[in-house]
């Protein structure tokens, strides 16, 4: 204890400056109200003051769980967003069934086609018909009469965006779009792996060789990783499933005019 005239210690002088500046406690207006009538009445009423109730919810809602459950939220939120437009089908030929992850499609349906291959899928095209798929912007593909290859998942926006496609038999022609560039997509075959960043190219296969021919921009072509080479518009990279060596040689005519039909009746299309 201090008398009136020590001198306070530090600690205590700043406990004296909080006190001192913390505000006036006033009374509730309620309870002054309350408590004038009670006494100018002389009628004093017991009061109990109510006791707190917490949530239901409380007891296992706290703040760990609140940040585990908005992360979760964000987490589906990211993906709803950056998942891609499905694959729509721009035009469906012939009178035959496309098959479709083993399921048999007519080719005149074309709302059952896109239906079955919205997400990709491994698909075979009989001969008479054709098939071109949009990955709307950015991608337009299009199975040739008598081709089986597997069609990708389109890729998300911002993350996941390469695309893995097959080509066992026929000819697949691509043609990529606007939002494509910042993408990768490789398309094997049983002779060799094509690689696009963007171009106007078809992948031709029978299991012994593959052709790749290239019409605009460049691809990277090779029967492995270590043998990649890029070949320009206007060539195209002959591979072969055995010792064969590659050929780089110039497109042949009805690949390249294969080519520049898909790109007049379809550029419009991948473009918008």
Do not use: Y
Not at 78 to 84: C, D, Q, S, V
Not at 141 to 152: K, L, R
Request: proline share 8%; charged share 20%; net charge positive.
């Amino acid at each position: 204890m201090h008398g009136p005239e020590e001198p306070l210690t530090p600690i205590e002088g700043r406990v004296q400056s909080v006190v001192r500046s913390m505000p006036r406690p006033e009374a509730d207006p309620a309870f002054r109200n309350r408590l004038r009538r009670e006494f100018s009445t002389g009628r004093f009423e017991q009061h109990v003051r109510p006791r707190p109730t917490e949530p239901k919810i409380a007891g296992w809602f706290t703040w760990p769980w609140a940040m585990a459950a908005t992360a979760v939220l964000l987490v589906i939120g990211f993906g709803f967003l950056n998942h891609g437009p499905d694959w729509r089908v721009m035009s469906a030929s012939g009178a035959g069934t496309v098959t479709v992850n083993g399921t048999s499609v007519a080719a005149s349906d074309r709302a059952a086609l896109e239906k079955a291959l919205r997400r990709g899928g491994q698909v075979s095209v009989p001969a008479g018909s054709e098939l071109t798929l949009l990955f709307e912007g950015t991608l337009l593909v299009q199975a040739a009469p008598g081709t089986d290859m597997h069609v990708p998942t389109p890729g998300g926006r911002w993350m996941g965006k390469n695309m893995h496609a097959t080509v066992t038999k026929g000819e697949a022609r691509l043609l990529t779009g606007p939002r494509f560039p910042g993408r990768v997509m490789d398309i094997g075959t049983p002779a060799g792996t094509a690689m696009i960043t963007g171009t106007v190219v078809s992948i031709v296969t029978d299991g012994a060789f593959t052709c790749v021919c290239v019409a605009e921009g460049t691809a990277s072509v090779g029967k492995s990783a270590t043998s990649m080479e890029f070949v320009p518009a206007g060539m195209r990279k002959v591979m072969f499933s055995d010792t064969r060596p590659a050929a780089l040689l110039p497109i042949e005519a009805a690949h390249a005019d294969g080519l520049a039909t898909l790109m007049r009746e379809h550029a419009k299309d991948v473009e918008k």
